[in-house]
């Protein structure tokens, strides 16, 4: 080997000599050189990676020679290979743009989702210094700029990913490299205003919850100054340290963090001077020359100059740098306003910046928006909100639309700061509620209630005109009105009580909804785009909106309001979205009004008072709109189910929903939000019942006992059935044993046995469908835990709505399985469910989820399926599971290892990605008598083997490398 070594470093300075002709002229002796960066030896691997920045900068014309063996090194199991063929590429790429192909940056690129740490950094600096050079300073011209216009977003979107780390290197490039924190303020504002236009959508997403996570931890550092400076008592002291724990679960490496975090306070409790410097720089007036200055200040005061490495001040640092607003303050906003104005005056750069004028306009608006929420007091200038003032009279709907955002963020102090700004808005915002479209007419209200002191008044002059003008039969002149009044109705319920109450009886149900005017297009579509949908359907929708606001207003069932409404709301569930059933209404349309009526339950089910009221039949009926046979109500009803349960608003039962369909990355994260909530809350264990995911068990046994489908107890299909959707639920829950968990799974289902339905505690069948799921659950929890026998940590409470109290004097051990079910029970671990990997995942991956229910849930719009026969039924036709393991949110994306042979009737792609998870070597060991029996050729085994060793950084295991070298 170190003959190799020493050979290798020899030919390396002989064929990178800038001036060297040797590959050209001994082609042979350059292959059997290029072998070498697959030799068996990693310092010979390294020799090479090594040697390519050089050759790439004296050779160009052998680019296209490296690329191919510096692709394989990119996934070499040794991480400072990996680590090096990056520092080469970059190298290169920083001298000339030019000297490295779009190949060899995709392998950059690739590597910023390496398992190693040390890895992804510098392939993610590589790339920002790349952006810096070529995109912002623009060393290379247009050409060059637009080659590497793809990194920017890249960059942001590790945003997305699990790490801390990953995170806090993004915020750091984004201050540094793409929007530099010490450009003077037009420049850096100019430069943010192009980003922001030019980013993809999910570019966008990220760079906001990047905005919103360092407002979030601004804020928690300001309540825990504002603690420290209370008197110290036991309370504020325990104040203080959940405060801490919080703040240190926003920095790398929590366990320190937590420590150096406790340090700090006690630096901020004995030292008024950085607690004072720390104060203005989290105060909402901190202006960014101010903030650079209160961050050298607290740095220098905790600084050592006889200790050169001190961690202390590292993880300070990173706490200063996320929470210093180094970009925005009301200068910056003054600024960016300016350059908005530019592009709607026409002197704006725009064309040269590559960007249409119209979208650098929307673009800055949706900036200006975003920074209303996380910077408002930036806003308060007269300056400001004149040209905001001439937004909302632009002609764009969006512009305007998002400068009434703006208004009603940051407009609390008009009326006394900017009287003149007051009398100018406010015939704006009654000619936008009168007469504006829906959503300017939405915020216009929003406006008033945020901006004026007078707003009954003003609520008075829009709600009474408006009112007497409604006519059910001029539809469209009915939609802004409806909006206007709901806002009205949800914002001053008690103003308008009387006449809102007489409007939504005659007016809203009779004239409306239990009408239907105009027949529908005769179409065998079940979803249409919305400018399809007909103009009575969108009054009908506009319609429940607007009860929905009205309760939401109300807060309170004393009128019964809210059980008749909910009664009208399961009538429309219950007939297909066709209220009069007079057959006069298009399937398009029914869809609709399906989708607005499953929506209205769940806005509703997320108030209390309304929740109490829904009876268990109108809450079963609201969850099969998550099987409806139109796919776009399924989705976007499933959307609207995890918002409200992502946020803690919706109960724990509407969690159990998630059972009757595949949408489990939302599934996953609730569960995961839920026990990371009560880990950070200890002090609400009496809300255990609501909060703790293992209390969603009791809640999907009734709703699956109660499941239409379920009809024969004993049908072995049914019961399959039944199986996948309690495992779908089961598997996420059972994933890890927390707290012995798998015993109290048990208990809680055997406590249930003792039980009956309280829906129909005297229905022997309704009673046996019940002990027959609990079985089935119980099966399951037996198969795949080695625990659930242990002493249950806790008795399990069951939701008395739902269950009848267990009665101790009877044991009901009797087993209502069919004795043919057994088979279907196969032991097994739960696989650990990767959560936000899920859920983050670009749509090339995490869109094609498993679908437990494939004969109800579709693949393709209902649209172009035109509602074929073959289509589902909304609860009917259930087929069994087909399971799809998701490879980790890591490293790589497989392809076939052989793309140009023909193969035998299976997919070569399919069965490699199915294998390579599992360790090959031991494949060949056990079961290549198994492998023969299925008729896979050997050859495959082999190409299993190569690409493995691919792969093999993923896992920390060599033992095959050699093989397939």
Request: net charge negative.
């Given at each position: 080997?170190?003959?190799?070594?020493?050979?290798?470093?020899?030919?390396?300075?002989?064929?990178?000599?800038?001036?060297?002709?040797?590959?050209?002229?001994?082609?042979?002796?350059w292959q059997c050189y290029l072998g070498r960066f697959n030799d068996i030896h990693v310092p010979i691997r390294l020799e090479c990676v090594k040697f390519a920045s050089h050759?790439?900068?004296?050779?160009?014309?052998?680019?296209?020679?490296?690329?191919?063996?510096?692709?394989?090194?990119?996934?070499?199991?040794?991480?400072?290979?990996?680590?090096?063929?990056?520092?080469?590429?970059?190298?290169?790429?920083?001298?000339?743009?030019?000297?490295?192909?779009?190949?060899?940056l995709n392998f950059v690129r690739e590597r910023t989702l390496d398992k190693r740490w040390r890895v992804r950094k510098e392939a993610m600096m590589g790339l920002a210094q790349i952006y810096k050079k070529y995109s912002l300073q623009s060393e290379a011209g247009k050409e060059a700029a637009k080659q590497i216009s793809w990194i920017k977003d890249k960059l942001l979107h590790i945003y997305y990913q699990n790490s801390i780390d990953d995170r806090l290197l993004v915020e750091r490039i984004f201050a540094q490299y793409m929007v530099p924190h010490n450009l003077e303020t037009n420049e850096r504002m100019k430069c943010l205003y192009y980003l922001y236009a030019t980013l993809d959508s999910n570019a966008v997403k990220a760079l906001n919850e990047m905005w919103k996570c360092q407002n979030l931890l601004r804020h928690q550092v300001k309540d825990l100054v504002d603690l420290i400076k209370q008197p110290k008592t036991d309370a504020s002291s325990k104040a203080i340290f959940s405060k801490v724990m919080v703040i240190t679960r926003n920095l790398p490496d929590p366990g320190k963090a937590q420590d150096f975090m406790k340090k700090f306070t006690q630096v901020l409790e004995d030292d008024e001077k950085i607690r004072s410097q720390l104060e203005m720089l989290v105060s909402p007036t901190c202006s960014c020359k101010q903030a650079e200055g209160c961050v050298r200040e607290i740095t220098k005061k905790l600084g050592n100059p006889k200790q050169p490495t001190n961690p202390f001040l590292e993880m300070i640092k990173f706490l200063l740098e996320r929470i210093a607003p180094v970009h925005i303050d009301t200068e910056s906003i003054s600024a960016l306003i300016k350059q908005v104005n530019k592009s709607i005056d026409g002197t704006a750069d725009d064309e040269?910046?590559?960007?249409?004028?119209?979208?650098?306009?929307?673009?800055?608006?949706?900036?200006?928006?975003?920074?209303?929420?996380?910077?408002?007091?930036?806003?308060?200038?007269?300056?400001?909100?004149?040209?905001?003032?001439?937004?909302?009279?632009?002609?764009?709907?969006?512009?305007?639309?998002?400068?009434?955002?703006?208004?009603?963020?940051?407009?609390?102090?008009?009326?006394?700061?900017?009287?003149?700004?007051?009398?100018?808005?406010?015939?704006?915002?009654?000619?936008?509620?009168?007469?504006?479209?829906?959503?300017?007419?939405?915020?216009?209200?929003?406006?008033?209630?945020?901006?004026?002191?007078?707003?009954?008044?003003?609520?008075?002059?829009?709600?009474?005109?408006?009112?007497?003008?409604?006519?059910?039969?001029?539809?469209?002149?009915?939609?802004?009105?409806?909006?206007?009044?709901?806002?009205?109705?949800?914002?001053?319920?008690?103003?308008?009580?009387?006449?809102?109450?007489?409007?939504?009886?005659?007016?809203?149900?009779?004239?409306?909804?239990?009408?239907?005017?105009?027949?529908?297009?005769?179409?065998?579509?079940?979803?249409?785009?919305?400018?399809?949908?007909?103009?009575?359907t969108l009054v009908k929708i506009q319609a429940i909106k607007m009860m929905v606001r009205w309760l939401l207003g109300m807060k309170n069932n004393h009128s019964k309001s809210g059980t008749s409404t909910l009664r009208l709301l399961t009538t429309i569930l219950h007939s297909d979205g066709d209220l009069t059933e007079q057959g006069k209404i298009s399937k398009p349309d029914m869809s609709r009004l399906r989708l607005a009526a499953g929506s209205?339950?769940?806005?509703?089910?997320?108030?209390?008072?309304?929740?109490?009221?829904?009876?268990?039949?109108?809450?079963?009926?609201?969850?099969?709109?998550?099987?409806?046979?139109?796919?776009?109500?399924?989705?976007?009803?499933?959307?609207?189910?995890?918002?409200?349960?992502?946020?803690?608003?919706?109960?724990?039962?509407?969690?159990a929903i998630c059972a009757l369909c595949a949408k489990d990355p939302c599934l996953v994260k609730n569960i995961n939000v839920r026990r990371e909530y009560l880990k950070q809350h200890a002090a609400v264990s009496e809300k255990l019942l609501s909060l703790l995911p293992e209390y969603v068990v009791p809640y999907t046994i009734h709703l699956l006992a109660h499941d239409p489908d379920y009809v024969k107890v004993q049908d072995i299909e049914q019961l399959k059935d039944i199986k996948e959707c309690l495992w779908f639920i089961l598997e996420i829950l059972m994933a890890k044993n927390e707290n012995n968990s798998h015993a109290f799974i048990r208990k809680m289902v055997e406590n249930i046995k003792q039980t009956k339905d309280a829906q129909g505690p005297d229905d022997a069948k309704m009673n046996e469908k019940l002990y027959t799921v609990c079985d089935v659950a119980m099966n399951i929890i037996m198969s795949k835990s080695t625990t659930y026998s242990l002493e249950s940590p806790k008795d399990p409470v069951l939701p008395a709505r739902y269950f009848t109290q267990p009665d101790k004097n009877f044991s009901n051990t009797k087993n209502y399985l069919p004795p043919e079910m057994k088979s279907f029970f196969t032991p097994g671990k739960p696989k650990a469910a990767n959560v936000l990997g899920a859920v983050n995942k670009p749509l090339s991956s995490a869109g094609k989820q498993s679908q437990?229910?494939?004969?109800?849930?579709?693949?393709?719009?209902?649209?172009?399926?035109?509602?074929?026969?073959?289509?589902?039924?909304?609860?009917?036709?259930?087929?069994?599971?087909?399971?799809?393991?998701?490879?980790?949110?890591?490293?790589f994306t497989l392809s076939s290892p052989l793309p140009g042979k023909k193969t035998d009737k299976r997919d070569d792609s399919d069965l490699v990605r199915s294998l390579t998870g599992f360790k090959i070597v031991l494949i060949l060991n056990k079961h290549i008598a198994k492998l023969l029996q299925e008729n896979i050729k050997l050859q495959w085994v082999a190409e299993w083997c190569h690409c493995y060793a691919e792969l093999q950084c993923q896992h920390n295991s060599e033992d095959i490398i050699h093989m397939s070298l």
């Open positions: 080997m170190e003959e190799r070594l020493q050979v290798v470093k020899l030919l390396a300075k002989m064929f990178g000599a800038k001036d060297s002709e040797l590959a050209s002229q001994n082609k042979p002796l050759c790439l900068m004296n050779h160009p014309d052998l680019a296209k020679d490296l690329t191919e063996y510096l692709k394989v090194r990119s996934h070499d199991p040794e991480e400072a290979i990996r680590h090096d063929v990056i520092v080469s590429i970059v190298t290169a790429a920083k001298k000339d743009l030019l000297l490295v192909n779009d190949h060899l040269d910046e590559g960007v249409p004028t119209d979208q650098a306009i929307r673009a800055g608006l949706e900036l200006l928006k975003v920074l209303s929420f996380t910077h408002p007091i930036s806003f308060h200038s007269a300056e400001t909100f004149e040209s905001l003032l001439a937004c909302l009279k632009m002609d764009d709907e969006k512009v305007a639309e998002a400068a009434l955002q703006i208004f009603k963020n940051t407009g609390s102090k008009i009326e006394e700061d900017f009287p003149h700004i007051r009398s100018a808005l406010l015939p704006v915002l009654h000619h936008k509620a009168k007469k504006g479209p829906p959503r300017q007419a939405k915020y216009a209200i929003h406006c008033i209630n945020a901006i004026f002191s007078s707003k009954e008044t003003q609520f008075a002059q829009i709600f009474e005109p408006l009112h007497k003008s409604l006519d059910p039969s001029n539809f469209e002149h009915l939609i802004t009105p409806l909006v206007t009044i709901g806002h009205i109705a949800m914002l001053a319920p008690d103003q308008f009580a009387a006449p809102l109450k007489s409007l939504v009886a005659t007016f809203i149900v009779k004239d409306l909804l239990m009408n239907d005017r105009l027949p529908g297009k005769k179409t065998t579509k079940l979803w249409v785009p919305d400018e399809e949908v007909s103009p009575e209205a339950i769940v806005k509703l089910a997320q108030e209390p008072c309304y929740h109490e009221i829904i009876t268990l039949e109108q809450y079963q009926l609201c969850a099969l709109a998550i099987n409806d046979e139109c796919y776009q109500v399924r989705q976007i009803f499933a959307q609207k189910l995890h918002k409200g349960l992502s946020r803690l608003r919706l109960p724990l039962e509407y969690m437990s229910k494939s004969s109800r849930m579709e693949t393709v719009s209902n649209a172009s399926s035109s509602s074929n026969p073959s289509s589902p039924g909304r609860i009917k036709g259930r087929l069994d599971s087909t399971e799809m393991d998701h490879s980790e949110n890591e490293d």
